[in-house]
């Protein structure tokens, strides 16, 4: 089996490279907060001072990492990936990052000999635990048949969608459509609320209609019990719509929907609420109908 490098060991990177391990592969794993690699090498990994150690010491390197500069500085900056590959390796960016981003780091890739995919995913700290999470991948079939092996041992639904870059832009319209969505069962169950109503049955009811969302099942339950713990957190996918807002500007798509997610979210972290989980929109919503959290 090939060996593995995992970057990036936060809410989603540590369960997925928990997964990999579990799936029988030697992983070299680094992380900015060292609480995250001593608990993995405590299970069987092996731990790296910087990128391009991870890089140096395996097959494959997977980056799971917050935003497009993260990735910029840990792949091509100093001590980065790219000053450790040689050629024939892989590189995967499981990161939500521009799609430019995802294009500038496949060619500088490129140029040293070495595959690289972009595959962000969808599912949540639930569904990187579970290990079935959905994920979108841009890249060459070749290196997209190399990964799909690995990606399998952390997904379920793993989907080929184009060329570079183009797992990004798959993404930023998964953001939107989790983002709007959010927005939705907020104001429902917050109406709810505001007419007396119990959200949680109304919540029980809409669950067995055309309403149904894997959002309202999760999110829907997470407003109504308060618990705002950060399973994906607001200020990300703030930063996300902002990637779908600003590619939308490039190629002239009016997003006024997402434009509008996208203030409310501002307004919460304007509030100093950004590192709450993102269903904690409905704590605005709710803000503006005049009720208490």
Known sequence: ???????????????????????????????????????????????????????ERTDVVITMLPDSPDVEEVVLGPKGVIEGTREGMLFIDMSTVAPSTAIKVHDALKEKGVSS????????????KEGTLSI????????????????????????LIGGPGAGQVAKACNQIIVALTIQAVAEALTL??????????????LLGGFAQSRI??????????????????????RKDLNIAL??????????????????????LLAQGKGELDHSGLAILIEQMAGIGS
């Open 216 to 237: 309202l099942e999760v999110h829907g339950k997470r407003m109504i019990e308060r618990t705002f713990e950060p399973g994906f957190r607001l200020r990300l996918h």
């Open 192 to 205: 709810a609320r505001k007419c007396g109503v119990d959200p949680a049955k109304v919540r029980e009811a």
């Open 117 to 128: 995919l972009d595959a962000p995913v969808s599912g949540g700290e639930i569904g990187a």
């Open 1 to 55: 089996m090939e060996r593995i490098g995992f970057i990036g060991l936060g809410i989603m990177g540590k369960p997925m490279a928990k997964n990999l391990m579990k799936a029988g592969y030697t992983l070299v794993v680094h992380n900015r907060s060292r609480a995250s690699v001593e608990e993995l090498c405590s299970q069987g990994a092996q731990g790296a001072t910087c990128p391009k150690e991870v890089a």
């Open 136 to 159: 979108m991948v841009g890249g060459e079939r070749e290196a997209f048949d190399r990964a799909l092996p690995i990606l399998k041992a952390m997904g379920k639904n793993i989907v």
């Open 246 to 267: 600003q590619t939308a500007k490039e190629t002239k798509v009016a997003l006024l929907a997402t434009a509008q997610a996208a203030e409310l979210m501002d307004a």
